[in-house]
């Protein structure tokens, strides 16, 4: 399918316009125009970023140490994805060459808390509404409070994986949401012994639930194959972090790049060097840039990250059940890459096993309640962190100067990686399902099920949960707003 | 002479030249403060100590106690007053305590919380007060300056160095550093003197220690300032 055409409409001014403003249930605030010809033949899609943040501009200036604290604070879903990718940055500024054991455990913990919280919260409250009812389904109960009164145990588990997650958090970092765990060069507490007796007592539950989680995404799949294999559907690159053996890891790692086919393009890239092999581009229309790889062009060297990308690029998954689904998932693309959109949520889930997997193994090491928790070395003047976050592949970069202040701080976060993948996305849905139809809430669904796949977290800071109202306008060939439809 | 006065109804005993707020904490009688400090003459300008004698406000640091007096402090009248001082200090620096380093281990965030401030109430000014990074192991960070000059007195009476200063008047008074670029790296200024530990804000921070205790860890975070201050002192 060529989407490519949908980016920018000839003769634009005279096509009616429909506007989603704001996109629900995803974290931030994100708007998609569509322009539709006198047919309601669909000529132009985009999906906006329209917040701006300024974290890149105002960390200049303060002092490095400060930095993973603040820049936590561009997300209140995943900002320990943000507070690490920082530290594992600023590891290399204050010289510290590897971690302690008991540092790198911590941290690991901690991030593998985020992924089980952070996946959990995107697919029971934020997905499941859709996947459980339909894209069109009654929009009043298309909500976390419809799924906990039609499948209450699918709810209640959604809910206590998500809690889960957060006490591992709470347990690694001081708080469940900004806490302070850890530092550059490490971290700055160890793990209690009561928090290890009551995460222990639960995890083996939590295993058991992300087990029934992958396979609720399995039976929706089986349940109507040609929407889940179809909707959405594109080709293209992917990329994430690899461990040097091939393994899945998300917390380090060095860039694996693959072609739409699945062939390995790039591979064995050290984090250091992001920037020899990404570039970026800036487009008028959005204030979220668009990443490439730098051999392709802008044209075709963008890709995917996130848990489709992640679970087809690695070679295995070191935890047994989560490799078991892996292995079925990649049954499931018959040879090739699943370009599938709704592929996320399967990959997710089969990631959110890995989590609960990675976090029981972690809870039986020693080194979490004992041993040095600090490293050091000569100080160098710049470092780059990459870590794979919930969303996808995040780079933080920061130069610091003599005085130990930021003096340059450069940011890619996973919503940015997919910004072309997600515009694909829905010009593929609009073309697809929109293009001639008169529209309606349900089929303008369909275009925030398509953005929704990617768990996009468009400020890193909020999400609408549902409860934002979804406007329509269809605006004029003169600007002038000729109806206005209002969810919500 | 010693003597007795009435605090909130409560008769405290005192010894001859002890100020209000010295009787009343020996007394165990907790009186809030920020530029206060046992180490030094009373200064009087954080005014978060006022009390009322006989009607009048008067800074309770620096009013000698004497025998007889009905003084009242800790009322809703006069912790309303106290608040509104420190929704003002808030409101005149960039106090942005979540990503704050001293956070937990400051005076000025301790007494919000102590006198349960829940909002700035007045518009921020959002004054720009770069960062002065020069010295190698201390970041001078005058965002977070209240004027206590508790580090120009430290630095002056007791480090003989007179490294601090406060310049200009009313809402343009800042701090300075005396030297000739304005930069701490150019004085003699030194990690081991008695100012570069004494700010009750985070103006004057090692370099490089930053989140090195947890937050939930630190001092004022398991007690409230008014049990802190009074085991300090005891």
Known sequence: MNTSSLETAENRESLRKVVIDPVSRVEGHGKVTLLLDEEGEVREARLHIVEFRGFEVFIQGRPYWEVPVMVQRLCGICPVSHHLAACKALDHVVGAQSLTPTAEKMRRLMHYGQILQSHALHFFHLSSPDLLFGFESEVGKRNIVGVAAAHPEVAR?????????????????????????????????HLAPDDQRMLKADVAKMIEWSRAAVELVKRLHRADPVLYDAFGTFSSGIMSLVRADGAMDLYHGQLRFRDANGAITLDAVPDQDYHSVIGEQVKPWSYMKFPYLRDLGPDQGWYKVGPLARVQNCDFIPSPFAEAERREFIAHGQGGLIHATLAYHWARMIEMLHAAEVIRDLLDDPDLMDGPLLSTGTHAREGVGIIEAPRGTLIHHYQVGEDDLVSMCNLIVSTTHNN????????????????????????????????????????????????????????????????????? | M?????????????????????????????????????????????????????????????????????????????????????????????????????????????????????????????????????????????????????????????????????????IHKHLVVNAESGRLGDTDFSALDRAASICPVGVILPKRVGFAVPIGERIYDEKPISLVSMEKER
Not at chain 2, 91 to 117: D, I, R
């Open chain 1, 157 to 189: 588990q959604g809910v206590l994986l998500r809690k889960f997650g957060q006490e591992v958090i709470r347990a690694t970092a001081g708080k469940r949401i900004h806490g302070t765990g850890a530092v550059p060069g490490g971290m700055n507490r």
């Open chain 1, 420 to 488: 072309q993948a997600m515009n694909t996305a829905i010009r593929a849905v609009a073309q697809r399902y929109l293009s001639g139809h008169e529209l309606t809430e349900g089929l303008l669904n369909h275009i925030e099920v398509a953005i929704r796949a990617y768990d996009p977290c468009l400020s890193c800071a909020t999400h609408a949960l549902g409860q934002m109202p979804l406007v329509m306008e269809l605006v004029g060939p003169g600007g002038e707003t000729l109806s206005r439809v209002t969810r919500g």
């Open chain 2, 2 to 170: 010693n003597g007795r006065f009435m605090l909130d109804g409560q008769p405290v005993m005192f010894e001859e030249g002890q100020t209000i707020l010295q009787a009343a904490k020996a007394a165990g009688h907790y009186i809030p403060s920020l530029c206060w400090h046992p180490d030094f003459p009373p200064h009087g300008s954080c005014k978060l100590c006022i009390v009322k004698v006989g009607g009048r406000h008067v800074s309770s640091c620096a009013l000698q106690a004497k025998d007889g007096m009905e003084i009242e402090s800790n009322t809703p009248e006069i912790n309303g007053e106290r608040r509104a001082l420190l929704q003002m200090l808030f409101v005149e620096g960039n106090h942005f305590c979540p990503s704050c380093e001293k956070s937990g281990n400051c005076e000025l965030q301790a007494q919000a919380y102590e006198l349960e401030m829940t909002s700035a109430r007045f518009n921020y000014f959002f004054p720009v007060r770069p960062v002065d990074a020069s010295h190698p192991d201390i970041l001078l960070d005058f965002n977070r300056c209240i004027f206590c000059e508790l580090c120009v007195r430290a630095s002056r009476d007791i480090d003989g160095k007179s490294i601090f200063a406060l310049t200009n008047r009313g």
